[in-house]
């Protein structure tokens, strides 16, 4: 493949990543209870709780204020949790509360739902292989970011 190949298939790339995340954003709003923000951040307190705004903040490479606003609008809601550090520590940490949890996974199946209408048809193949393209592009960016991002193994356990 020429330098111009690789350029013209860099550019194909980037512009169905931005496809991708416009579906997505603009995909199944009607029914969702949490906005794409109060997801994100429940998604990564359900995998590792409790943590400070200062580990959001960094975790999200987001500044202190916003995630302070964020987690504010989910605390007012009931969605989370200021907690004592369970490690005796000073700081106050946050974790997601049941209801937060119950608004999560039933916003990730409505995705879940609507990521199957896409490939009802796909073979088992095609399926995976999607799967293991994201999981590596996913990586790699972690990788260059130098952080990483807790994962759920297939049997259900915090895996990396």
């Known amino acids: 493949m020429t330098v111009s190949d690789r350029e013209a298939v860099t550019a194909d790339i980037e512009n169905e990543l931005t496809l991708l995340s416009r ?10 209870q949490i906005d794409r923000s109060a997801y994100l951040l429940l998604s990564r307190l359900e995998l590792e709780h409790p943590v400070t705004l200062k580990e959001l903040s960094e975790a999200f490479r987001l500044d202190i204020s916003t995630i302070n606003r964020q987690i504010g609008a989910l605390l007012r809601r009931g969605l989370v949790e200021r907690v004592p550090d369970p490690d005796g520590g000073l700081a106050r940490k946050v974790q ?7 608004h999560l996974r039933s916003d990730r199946q409505l995705s879940r739902s609507g990521v199957e209408r896409v490939i009802g ?28 991002w807790p994962r759920r193994s297939r049997e259900g356990r915090l895996g990396s």
């Not at 579906?23 to 969702?32: D, E, F, K």
């Open 23 to 32: 579906h997505y954003v603009h995909s199944q709003r009607a029914g969702l």
């Open 96 to 102: 997601a509360t049941d209801l937060g949890l119950e």
């Open 121 to 148: 048809g796909w073979s088992d193949g095609d399926r995976e292989e999607l799967r293991r393209l994201l999981s590596k592009f996913n990586a790699e960016v972690e990788n260059l970011e130098g952080r990483s």
